[in-house]
C-alpha cells in the first residue's frame, strides 16, 4: 500500500505523460509480474482451472480492442487509461484495461509519441500473461493477449513463438482428451471381455458338475443292479416259491445312497468361495492425472452367495474410487453359505491395472 500511494503521489506532483505514468505504474509491478511466471497461476472466475485440459479448440482470435473502447473519445481513452494504470489493469479484464485504451487511443491520435511510448512498456506483461495462459491451457484469454500484442506490435519478435506455442498447446490437449477416450473404450472392451470369459467358465463348470452327476447317478444305478439276487432255475421244483417273500428283503435291500455333492452352504458355512469377483470400473478423472489409492469395503454374503449390502469402512483417498468400489462389490457371488456373512476386503487402484 505505500508503494502505491508513494506511486500516486509522485504522478500527481510530477504530472508525467501517458507513457511516463506506465513506466512507473508498471515498473512497481515487475517483480510481482516475474515472480509470477514462476508460481502455478491462479485459478480466474469464469476460466478453466489450472492444468485442467479442454476438449474443445480455442475459439478464433478475438478483436484487440472492443467495440466500447473504440466508441470512447481521445479525453476519455487517456483518462480511462491512467486510472486504469493506477489500479494495475495493465491487460485485464478484457475491454477495461490500459492497453486496449492506449491502442485505441493510438487509432485516432497516431502520432502522439507518449501513446506509443506507453504501448511498448506495456508489452513485456502482456507477453507474460500470454506464456502464462498457455501453460493451464486458457486459449481463449491466450488469443485476447496475443491480439493485443499483434495490435500494439505486429513485427513483436515474440509473436511467431506465441502463436506456435498457442497451436502446439491446442494440440497436446486435444490429444489428451483423445487418449482418455480410448482408455475408456479400451477398459469398457476389457470389462466385457472379462464378462465372456466368466460366463464361459461357468458354462464349463456347470457342464463338468452335470457330467460327474450323470456318472455317480449311473454308479448308484449299477451298485442297485448288482445287489439283487440272481433268477431262480427254471428246473427248480415249484416248492421253492414261497421261499421267495423270505428272500425278498434282501432283494430289496439297498447299499447306502452314495453321498450326494455336498451343498455349499455346509462345506462354506465359515469360508467364502468366489465365484465371480468383477474388476472396478477405473474412474475417468483418477485415470487422466494418473491417480492411485486403495478402498476397504464391508459387506455382507447372503446364503445364496450374493452380496446383499457394502459399505466403504476407509478409503485413501476419500470419495474418488468409493462409487466404483461399491457397484463392483454389489456385483460379486460366491458358492452359497449357510448363513449370511460379513467381511471386508481391501480393493486397491492402481493406473492401468484394468
Do not use: H
Not at 489450472?50 to 467495440?67: C, D, I, K
Not at 515474440?158 to 482428451?177: C, D, E, F, G, Y
Not at 458355512?269 to 478402498?295: D, E, F, K, M, W
Not at 452380496?307 to 474410487?321: N, W
Request: charged share 20%; aromatic share 4%; net charge positive.
Amino acid at each position: 500500500m505505500s508503494v502505491v500511494k508513494s506511486q500516486n503521489r509522485f504522478m500527481a506532483t510530477s504530472r508525467v505523460t501517458g507513457a511516463t505514468a506506465v513506466r512507473c505504474a508498471t515498473g512497481l509491478l515487475v517483480l510481482c509480474a516475474l515472480s509470477a511466471c514462476k508460481k502455478e497461476p491462479q485459478a480466474v472466475p469464469g476460466q478453466p482451472a489450472a492444468g485442467a485440459p479442454t476438449a474443445t479448440q480455442a475459439a478464433p482470435p478475438q478483436q484487440a480492442v472492443s467495440a466500447r473502447v473504440q466508441a470512447m473519445s481521445a479525453d476519455q481513452l487517456r483518462e480511462a487509461a491512467g486510472k486504469a494504470l493506477s489500479e494495475q489493469r495493465l491487460y485485464a479484464p478484457a475491454g477495461d484495461n490500459a492497453m486496449e485504451y492506449y491502442l485505441a487511443l493510438r487509432d485516432k491520435q497516431p502520432d502522439d509519441p507518449a501513446v506509443s511510448s506507453a504501448l511498448t512498456d506495456l508489452q513485456p506483461y502482456a507477453l507474460i500473461a500470454t506464456e502464462q495462459s498457455i501453460s493451464r491451457d486458457d486459449f481463449v484469454e491466450a488469443q485476447r493477449l496475443y491480439a493485443l500484442m499483434d495490435k500494439a506490435d505486429p513485427k513483436a519478435p515474440a509473436l511467431p513463438r506465441l502463436k506456435t506455442s498457442i497451436a502446439t498447446a491446442q494440440q497436446a490437449a486435444a490429444q489428451r482428451v483423445v487418449d482418455a477416450e480410448t482408455q475408456t473404450e479400451e477398459q469398457a472392451k476389457r470389462q466385457a471381455e472379462l464378462e465372456k470369459e466368466r460366463l464361459a467358465q461357468q458354462q464349463a463348470a456347470q457342464q463338468q458338475a452335470a457330467e460327474q452327476l450323470a456318472t455317480q447317478q449311473a454308479a448308484q444305478r449299477a451298485a442297485a443292479a448288482t445287489t439283487t439276487p440272481p433268477p431262480q432255475p427254471a428246473a427248480q421244483p415249484t416248492a421253492t416259491a414261497p421261499r421267495q417273500p423270505a428272500a425278498q428283503p434282501a432283494a430289496t435291500t439297498t447299499p447306502p445312497p452314495t453321498p450326494q455333492p455336498t451343498p455349499a452352504p455346509t462345506a462354506g458355512a465359515n469360508q467364502l468361495r468366489p465365484i465371480s469377483t468383477p474388476t472396478p470400473r477405473y474412474p475417468i478423472a483418477a485415470a487422466r492425472t494418473g491417480q492411485s489409492g486403495s478402498v476397504q469395503v464391508e459387506f455382507t454374503v447372503g446364503s445364496d452367495g450374493s452380496v446383499t449390502s457394502a459399505r466403504v469402512v476407509e478409503a485413501d483417498p476419500p470419495r474418488v474410487f468409493d462409487r466404483d468400489a461399491i457397484a463392483a462389490v454389489k456385483k460379486w457371488r460366491f458358492e452359497p453359505v449357510g448363513s449370511p456373512i460379513t467381511t471386508r476386503r481391501t480393493i486397491a487402484f492402481k493406473p492401468g491395472s484394468n
